[in-house]
Nanobody, 119 residues
Framework: VQLVESGGGLVQARGSLRLSCAASRSIINTNVMGWYRQAPGKQRELVASISSGASVTYAESVKGRFTISRDDARNTLYLRMNNLKPEDTAVYYC??????????????WGQGTQVTVSS
């Protein structure tokens, strides 16, 4: 399975971006998908996740500003980011946990997309 992120870039504080993650295989076979981020010198952290049943979770730091969604027909995961802050600057990674078929079962990552928020 290949995951390809897009939509990152440079934005001013309080601006918005929408990240997309296109999967090469049907995402209805995933248990959960999520967005992670890693800032320089820091560990990778979970930003938001969404289950196959559309249950969502968010990091406290992004609640009320970010919205995760998925379009199963397009095999695409999204992250809408509003009111961006300089501390949101990081490389953002898409993750998908496939639980079927057995040949695809596993944890997959995209290559990452850079988000830079200027003050």
């Amino acid at each position: 399975v290949q995951l390809v992120e897009s939509g990152g870039g440079l934005v001013q504080a309080r601006g918005s971006l929408r990240l997309s993650c296109a999967a090469s295989r049907s995402i209805i076979n995933t248990n959960v998908m999520g967005w992670y981020r890693q800032a320089p010198g820091k560990q990778r952290e979970l930003v938001a996740s969404i289950s196959s049943g559309a249950s969502v979770t968010y990091a406290e730091s992004v609640k009320g500003r970010f919205t995760i969604s998925r379009d199963d027909a397009r095999n695409t995961l999204y992250l809408r980011m509003n009111n961006l802050k300089p501390e949101d600057t990081a490389v953002y990674y898409c993750n998908a946990q496939y639980d079927r078929p057995f040949s695809l079962k596993g944890d997959y990552w995209g290559q990452g997309t850079q988000v830079t928020v200027s003050s």
